[in-house]
């Protein structure tokens, strides 16, 4: 290994595109590889990196065989991330792969079975949990100050899906659907904050709004734009999720709660820096800082979240440690995802239990 942690970029859209400026920003690694079969990503990923000499790759295979990266992080469409990880995952290398980990299930639990074959990291990227505000509401709850947590509240009030390389996210059967490809992030907060299996989803949702006049080589769109998702919990807890992606207007795009028996956090983003604990017994409400750390070298989509994500995965590769967010953690978070979708096109609740989960 070289004196730099030498990454390489599977897949160089826009998530792809911003892990190279997190790589650039970040001291001990270099982008030595990009990978994609596309011009048009690979030209924004060589803007990117400003003249730097890197090796350019087609296809992923390539770059493995190639021997010369001591990581990768895999942000391709989510369709292509099995067969992606199926060769990674044969390999030593330490791998990165963006949410959500799988499209389906079955492709998630292929995934868990070779990752834990091996003995080299594979991290899974929901880089939601290092989000500053959201990380000291995490804080808040461990600390026990709510006493024993009782409600999980995630509501995001946003833009419609961006557009992405051959409009792939247009299309469910690329996704996972809008529950597994953008809401995986916060079912994966809720079983961080509830730490306990889920047993049951009820989901209402539909697409309403967005998209309902796109079509593509003769299909039309099939995304969800809003969906009300709850999830029971083997302990108790209740969480809930309010998705709307047509609601551009909203002060806040994401606002969490946790409530339990003493007491309430509460957080939003991108919010006023401040998480909010409020306590039963007098009805005061406390503002804590939850400022983005001035160290983080690029802020970039996600307050600070992915560069952060990035660098502790650096860090674990050089310290031989286990990942923060593993396999089983991307499983977990489609899980929920899927079982909602289920429930919307069923209209009934869905046990876990149904899914093998």
Same mark, same amino acid.
């Given at each position: ?5 030498r ?7 826009? &998530?792809?595109c911003?892990?190279?400026?997190? $790589? ?6 270099? $982008? ?40 990768v992080?895999?942000? +391709? ?5 099995v067969? !992606? ?5 044969s390999?030593? $290398?330490?791998?990165l792969?963006?949410?959500p &980990? ?9 995934? !868990? ?17 290092? &989000? ?5 509401l995490v ?5 026990g ?8 509240s ?80 083997a302990?108790? $807890?209740?969480?809930?999720?309010d ?12 606002e ?30 406390v503002? +804590? +800082? ?5 160290s ?21 590769i ?14 977990a978070?489609v ?23």
């Open positions: 290994m070289s004196s730099d942690l990454v390489g970029v599977i897949g160089t859209g826009m &998530m792809g911003e892990h190279i400026r997190n $790589v650039i920003a970040l001291d001990g690694a270099e $982008v030595v590889a990009i990978c994609d079969p596309n011009d048009e990503p690979l030209a924004w990923a060589r803007r990117e990196l400003s003249g730097r000499s890197v090796s350019e790759f087609r296809d992923h295979r390539d770059l493995l065989d190639a021997n010369v990266v001591d990581a992080i895999v942000a +391709s469409p989510n369709f292509t991330h067969d !992606v990880l199926r060769d990674v995952l390999t030593d $290398v330490p791998v792969v963006e949410k &980990m799988c499209t389906t299930l079955d492709d998630c639990r292929d995934v !868990v079975e070779w990752a834990d074959r091996r003995d080299s990291l594979t991290w899974v990227g929901l880089e939601y949990r290092y &989000m500053a505000p959201i990380a000291a804080d808040v709850v461990r600390s100050r709510l006493g024993i947590t009782r409600m999980v995630i509501r995001e009030h946003r833009f419609p899906f961006l557009v992405k390389v051959d409009n792939w996210n247009r299309f469910s059967r690329n996704t996972g659907g809008t529950l597994v490809e953008k809401c995986c992030h916060f079912f994966d907060l809720m079983n961080l904050v509830v730490d306990a299996p889920p047993r049951r989803v009820y989901a209402s949702g539909g697409q309403d709004v967005n998209h309902l006049d796109e079509v593509y080589d003769g299909e039309r769109s099939d995304i969800l734009d809003n969906a009300f998702v709850i999830v029971d919990y302990n108790g $807890v209740r969480a809930h999720l998705l709307c992606m047509f609601a551009e207007g909203s002060r806040n795009e994401q969490i709660s946790v409530v339990g028996d003493e007491g309430k956090v509460e957080a939003a983003v991108p919010g006023d820096g401040s998480v909010y604990i409020g306590t039963r017994r007098d009805r005061s409400i503002p +804590s +800082s939850a400022t983005i750390d001035p983080i070298a690029h802020v970039g989509f996600h307050f600070g979240a992915s560069f952060v994500e990035v660098a502790r995965f650096c860090d674990a050089r310290l031989g440690a286990k990942p923060e967010v593993d396999v089983h953690a991307g499983l978070s899980a929920i995802g899927v079982a909602a979708h289920r429930s919307i096109e069923e209209g009934r609740p869905i046990e876990m239990s149904e899914l093998g989960s």
